[in-house]
């Protein structure tokens, strides 16, 4: 059966980053290209990154059921399509998603055997610095983004696994372990390997309930607008 990993994060903690990373060293995964109503970035591509679509064009979408889930996230529409979940199972492939957490808990209501993965950054300094080193936004954005941050951060507890994208090797190892781990819980195999169960181990660090003594003074940089 098609496993759904969801990933989410606030923008700028380096999701897409990690995602980059870690998905040519997982085989059998698909990843929804998501439609969008907002303008391509630098050199993004249509089809690539995002389906490109004007505002009329994803609401003739919404009308027509093709979503499985949609959200409006930073003034613009963003959309899971429906077929690339039948296509995962069509191939016998396991899907990721790159959601924002509007989309992620409907995902989560829908498909309850989802698996959801929340990737926060350090603490709100280092996100700013983040989002600043990308040069991607206006200040207005910025802001608008470490605002909305904030209010993300708090929807972790919904989210079965807790990634601090700290140093890029370790969260990459850490998002691969979690993703092969859970697919061989599905798969049922046993006895494991000495690596398998290495890797078990290590996804295990990172679920919700072994992460929230980490979690705190995260949290606790964004509630007072510092590191
Ligand atoms: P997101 O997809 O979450 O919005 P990006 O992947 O675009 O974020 O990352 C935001 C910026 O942070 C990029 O400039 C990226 O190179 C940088 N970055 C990502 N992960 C790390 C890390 N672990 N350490 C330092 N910089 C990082
Ligand atoms: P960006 O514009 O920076 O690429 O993405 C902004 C936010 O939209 C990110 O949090 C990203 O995860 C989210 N996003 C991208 N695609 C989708 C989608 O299909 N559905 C939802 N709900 N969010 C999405």
Same mark, same amino acid.
């Given at each position: ?99 924002? +957490?509007?989309? #992620? *808990? ?6 309850? $055997? =989802?698996?959801?993965?929340? /990737? !926060?950054?350090?603490? &709100? ?74 890797? +078990?181990?290590? #996804? *295990? ?6 992460? $929230? =003594?980490?979690?705190?003074? /995260? !949290?606790?940089?964004? &509630?007072?607008?510092?590191?």
């Amino acid at each position: 059966m098609t496993s759904v990993f969801i990933i989410s994060a606030p923008s700028g903690s380096g999701k897409s980053t990690l995602v980059d990373k870690v998905r040519p060293e997982v085989p059998g995964l698909d990843f929804s290209v998501s439609y969008t109503t907002r303008p391509p970035r630098g050199s993004e591509q249509d089809g690539q990154e995002y389906f490109f679509v004007s505002r009329p064009q994803f609401e003739e979408m919404v009308r027509q059921d093709q979503f499985l889930e949609h959200a409006d996230v930073f003034r613009n529409y963003y959309g899971t399509a429906r077929r690339f979940l039948l296509q995962a199972e069509d191939h016998g492939k396991d899907l990721l998603l790159d959601i924002d +957490v509007q989309g #992620a *808990e409907q995902i989560m209501r829908k498909i309850p $055997r =989802a698996v959801g993965v929340f /990737i !926060l950054p350090p603490d &709100r300094n280092t996100l700013e610095r983040r989002l600043r080193s990308r040069s991607q936004d206006s200040e207005e954005v910025i802001q608008l983004r470490l605002a909305t941050a904030t209010r993300e951060i708090e929807n972790y507890s919904k989210y079965d696994y807790i990634l601090v994208n700290d140093r890029l090797e370790e969260s990459t190892e850490a998002l691969k372990a979690i993703l092969l781990a859970e697919r061989l819980k599905r798969s049922g195999a046993q006895p494991l390997s000495a690596d398998d169960n290495a890797m +078990v181990a290590m #996804a *295990e660090l990172h679920r919700l309930n072994n992460m $929230r =003594a980490r979690i705190e003074p /995260i !949290l606790g940089s964004f &509630r007072t607008g510092g590191a």
